[in-house]
């Protein structure tokens, strides 16, 4: 078994200003399949402060979804807890559970699985208010006109079903649901990423907004890494099962520490089509290795283009540094130092 993989930012105090919105303790998610055992999440230890976006980044594959449902209870941690806003909810037996997902929700890529086809709008916004007791009949109605609202949505949508709607209504809907019972925390796992282009920016925005309105923390699960960018206060960056740098959303953007963040960020296309054709170009080599036999030492190694013998044979555990300025990063890298310094990539990865 792997060492808990740490990187602890915000209070773990009692006071309620200080108990993190989310706090995974070194959380481990394996599943037994018949090839072996697959460790989707292998050792994770990560906290969201209360009103803050934290962005998850990583290839497909790495655990960021696994993650995300461990985050709201929608799976079972092999071990490891899940402590939300101070209660460990990976412990509540099934009645008190489903009493406290009043407090944490999640809205997921493709907002037409997640939404009940014979259900109106307006019945799929109430459920949520029913089940939680939060409005009497009487003025559900009214509530839920209210939600929609929220969420840019017309009242006349109500009588609508799911199929009547865009896809960005679809999300806006959906959001609407997550949204109804005011949770603290809300995990949005790639909630744009079904979308058109031209409606992503608009859905963002209303993320941006409702988060800044209503103050729940959110886990932002993405692969684009201009959305995390502009949304997210922290990021985390994730492989194979393991998170290997947590970082200021400036920090990260501006200097990555661990290899494997600098080559995702260089990997990703820029909008200016003239700078991404003169921009330095690094490709990320290999496909991400099975997460049923990870490599020893380091898990990025045999993609590593800086990789000494020590990686091969060493898992580096997570250090925080304190970065010029005051703000502290956390990384699993044996050739960054103490003042945040490593050699520089190269420009030629190993292929495969
Ligand atoms: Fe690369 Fe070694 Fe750092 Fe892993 S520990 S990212 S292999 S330099």
């Given at each position: 078994?792997s060492?808990?993989?740490?990187a602890?930012?915000?209070?773990?105090?009692?006071?309620?200003?200080?108990?993190?919105?989310?706090?995974?303790?070194?959380?481990?998610?394996?599943?037994?399949?018949?090839?072996?055992?697959?460790?989707s999440?292998?050792?994770?230890d990560?906290?969201?402060?209360?009103?803050?976006?934290?962005?998850?980044?990583?290839?497909?594959?790495?655990?960021?979804?696994t993650l995300g449902?461990?985050?709201?209870?929608?799976?079972e941690?092999?071990?490891g807890?899940?402590?939300i806003?101070?209660?460990?909810?990976?412990?509540?037996?099934?009645?008190?559970?489903?009493?406290?997902?009043?407090?944490?929700?999640?809205?997921?890529?493709?907002p037409?699985?997640?939404l009940?086809p014979?259900?109106?709008v307006?019945?799929?916004?109430?459920?949520?208010l029913?089940?939680?007791?939060?409005?009497?009949?009487?003025?559900?109605?009214?509530?839920?006109?209210?939600?929609?609202?929220?969420?840019?949505?017309?009242p006349?949508?109500?009588?609508?079903?799911?199929?009547?709607?865009?896809?960005?209504?679809?999300?806006?809907?959906?959001?609407?649901?997550?949204?109804?019972p005011?949770p603290?925390?809300?995990?949005?796992?790639?909630?744009?990423?079904?979308?058109?282009?031209s409606?992503?920016?608009?859905?963002l925005?209303?993320?941006?907004?409702?988060?800044?309105?209503?103050?729940?923390?959110c886990?932002?699960?993405?692969?684009?890494?201009?959305?995390?960018?502009?949304?997210?206060?922290?990021v985390?960056?994730?492989?194979l099962?393991r998170?290997?740098?947590?970082?200021?959303?400036e920090?990260?953007?501006t200097?990555?520490?661990?290899p494997?963040?600098?080559?995702?960020?260089?990997?990703?296309?820029?909008?200016?089509p003239d700078?991404?054709r003169?921009?330095?170009?690094?490709?990320?080599?290999?496909?991400?290795?099975?997460?049923l036999?990870?490599?020893?030492?380091?898990?990025f190694?045999?993609?590593?283009?800086?990789?000494v013998?020590?990686?091969?044979t060493?898992?580096?555990?997570?250090r925080?540094?304190?970065?010029?300025?005051?703000?502290?990063?956390?990384?699993?890298?044996?050739?960054?130092d103490?003042?945040?310094v490593?050699p520089?990539?190269?420009?030629?990865?190993?292929?495969?």
């Amino acid at each position: 078994m792997s060492e808990p993989n740490t990187a602890v930012a915000g209070g773990t105090g009692n006071g309620s200003a200080d108990v993190p919105a989310l706090h995974l303790k070194n959380l481990v998610k394996h599943y037994a399949t018949r090839r072996g055992t697959v460790r989707s999440v292998d050792g994770v230890d990560l906290t969201i402060r209360k009103g803050e976006i934290l962005g998850l980044v990583g290839e497909s594959g790495s655990g960021k979804s696994t993650l995300g449902k461990l985050a709201v209870a929608l799976a079972e941690p092999t071990s490891g807890s899940v402590v939300i806003d101070g209660t460990d909810v990976s412990r509540l037996s099934g009645r008190e559970l489903r009493r406290r997902r009043k407090s944490f929700n999640i809205v997921f890529q493709d907002p037409g699985s997640s939404l009940n086809p014979r259900m109106t709008v307006g019945e799929a916004v109430a459920e949520p208010l029913r089940i939680h007791r939060i409005v009497e009949r009487r003025g559900e109605a009214r509530k839920v006109a209210e939600i929609l609202d929220t969420v840019g949505l017309r009242p006349e949508i109500a009588d609508r079903y799911v199929h009547m709607l865009s896809g960005g209504q679809r999300q806006r809907v959906s959001l609407a649901r997550a949204l109804a019972p005011e949770p603290t925390l809300l995990v949005a796992d790639e909630p744009t990423s079904a979308l058109d282009v031209s409606v992503q920016a608009s859905v963002l925005n209303l993320i941006a907004d409702l988060q800044h309105d209503l103050g729940f923390a959110c886990l932002f699960i993405s692969h684009d890494l201009a959305a995390v960018e502009y949304l997210a206060d922290r990021v985390a960056v994730m492989y194979l099962g393991r998170v290997v740098e947590v970082a200021d959303a400036e920090s990260l953007f501006t200097r990555p520490l661990h290899p494997y963040s600098e080559i995702l960020l260089k990997a990703a296309p820029l909008p200016d089509p003239d700078a991404q054709r003169t921009r330095e170009r690094i490709v990320l080599g290999g496909d991400l290795p099975s997460p049923l036999n990870p490599p020893a030492g380091c898990r990025f190694h045999p993609r590593c283009p800086i990789a000494v013998d020590r990686c091969r044979t060493e898992e580096p555990e997570l250090r925080e540094i304190v970065r010029p300025g005051g703000a502290t990063s956390s990384f699993a890298c044996h050739l960054v130092d103490d003042q945040g310094v490593r050699p520089p990539l190269i420009a030629d990865m190993p292929s495969g």
